[in-house]
C-alpha cells in the first residue's frame, strides 16, 4: 500500500514553455500532498503544500506564480511550471500525506529545460 | 537556516557491519522524525520514524536511537549489505499538517 505515483517521470522542454507534472496516490486518499524539488546531489527542498479543494501553500522564496499547484481531488494534484528557464531544470518529486506524519514519496520527475 | 543538521556527508562500511548516521535539529517544535533512502533517479522511500515519546524504535537491521535533551537522532543499520548502499536523509516535521525538513544527506557505501 501507500503507492504514489508521478508522471511524466522525465521531461525535456524549450525555454519558455509551461510543463505540467501530475502526482497521484494510487492506494489510498491524501488530504494533503507536498511537492519538493532536489537538485544534482543535494538534498529535498519543500516548494510548497497542496490542500484538496484549496489554495496551495507555498514556501518563503518560491515563486507562486511560476509553480502553479492544483489539488482538485483526494488522489491528484498538480504541479504547473510556468514559463520554464534552464535555471528551473531540476527533479521534481511530490509526496501524499497517508495518517499523522507520514509522507510517501513519488518516484520524481526529472525536467531538463533546454 | 539549516534546520536538521546531518553527518557524515559520506560514508563507507565493510559488509556485515554497522552503519551510523546522525542528525541534530534545532526547533524543539519538530515531533516526527523519519529517515529516508534514495538511489539514484527514484524518490525517497520511507525506512523507519521516530515521535519524541520514545527513545528507541527497531524495525529490523534498522534502528533509530532518539535523545530529545540533545535534540539528536540516529539511524544504526546492523548488518550492511551492498544493496544498502544509498543515499540517506534524515527529516523533521511539526504536525501532520507540515511538510518535511530533509537533512542534506549520507551517501553510504557498503564494500562486499
Known amino acids: 500500500g501507500a503507492v504514489v505515483s508521478q508522471h511524466p517521470s522525465w521531461v525535456i522542454c524549450k525555454s519558455g514553455t509551461s510543463v505540467k507534472i501530475e502526482c497521484r496516490s494510487l492506494d489510498f486518499q491524501a488530504t494533503t500532498m507536498f511537492w519538493y524539488r532536489q537538485f544534482p546531489k543535494q538534498s529535498l527542498m519543500l516548494m510548497a503544500t497542496s490542500n484538496e479543494g484549496s489554495k496551495a501553500t507555498y514556501e518563503q522564496g518560491v515563486e507562486k506564480d511560476k509553480f502553479l499547484i492544483n489539488h482538485a481531488s483526494l488522489t491528484l494534484s498538480t504541479l504547473t511550471v510556468t514559463s520554464a528557464h534552464p535555471e528551473d531544470s531540476s527533479f521534481y518529486i511530490c509526496s501524499a500525506r497517508l495518517v499523522q506524519n507520514e509522507q510517501f514519496f513519488g518516484p520524481g520527475t526529472r525536467l531538463t529545460v533546454l | 537556516q539549516q534546520q536538521v543538521k546531518q553527518s557524515p556527508q559520506s560514508l563507507i562500511v565493510q559488509k556485515g557491519g554497522i552503519s551510523i548516521i546522525n542528525c541534530a535539529y534545532e526547533n524543539t517544535a519538530f515531533d516526527y522524525f523519519p529517515w529516508y533512502q534514495q538511489f539514484p533517479g527514484k524518490g525517497p522511500a520511507l525506512l523507519i520514524a521516530?515521535?519524541?515519546?520514545?527513545s528507541e524504535k527497531k524495525e529490523g537491521r534498522f534502528t533509530i536511537s532518539f535523545n530529545k535533551s540533545a535534540k539528536q537522532f540516529s539511524l544504526h543499520i546492523m548488518d550492511s549489505q551492498p544493496g544498502d548502499s544509498a543515499t540517506y536523509f534524515c527529516a523533521a516535521s511539526i504536525g501532520g499538517a507540515d511538510g518535511l525538513t530533509f537533512g542534506k544527506g549520507t551517501h553510504l557505501i557498503i564494500q562486499p
Open positions: 521516530i515521535r519524541p515519546d520514545v
